[in-house]
């Protein structure tokens, strides 16, 4: 069992920047794949990007490709998603999910585990 918590969200300007983080219990961090999400609002969840339990190994959404990064540090048990050249069109809340055994695992209904999620307001 694993259990997520998001931070970093917030209100930026188009353009800008933020990192969200997530931070997870347990003990077998490394095994899990990682996964972020976001909902924005009168749209479903969608994929944004994960990453594999080494690192080796990542998938981003076409919308977010080239200014997302997501990474992880096994060492601290958290995994982070850097966010450049926002746009309106990112605002969303964003949740950071785990699944174990799966590399490349792009529907939220692959994962077993969530964070409570992250609201990201980027204004125009």
């Known amino acids: 069992q694993v259990q997520l918590v998001e931070s970093g969200g917030g209100l930026v300007q188009a353009g800008g920047s933020l990192r969200l983080s997530c931070a997870a219990s347990?003990?077998?961090?490394?095994?899990?794949?990682m996964g972020w999400f976001r909902q924005a609002p009168g749209k479903e969840r969608e994929f944004v990007a994960s990453?594999?339990?080494?690192?080796?190994?990542?998938y981003y959404a076409d919308s977010v490709k080239g200014r997302f990064t997501i990474s992880r540090d096994n060492a601290k048990n958290a995994a982070y998603l850097q966010m450049n050249s926002l746009k309106p069109e990112d605002t969303a809340v964003y949740h950071c999910?785990?699944?174990?055994?799966?590399?490349?695992?792009?529907?939220?209904?692959?994962?077993?585990?969530w964070g409570q999620g992250t609201r990201v307001t980027v204004s125009s």
């Open positions: 999910a785990a699944v174990s055994f799966k590399q490349r695992a792009l529907q939220s209904s692959e994962y077993r585990y």
């Open positions: 347990g003990r077998t961090f490394s095994t899990y794949t």
């Open positions: 990453i594999s339990g080494n690192g080796g190994t990542t």
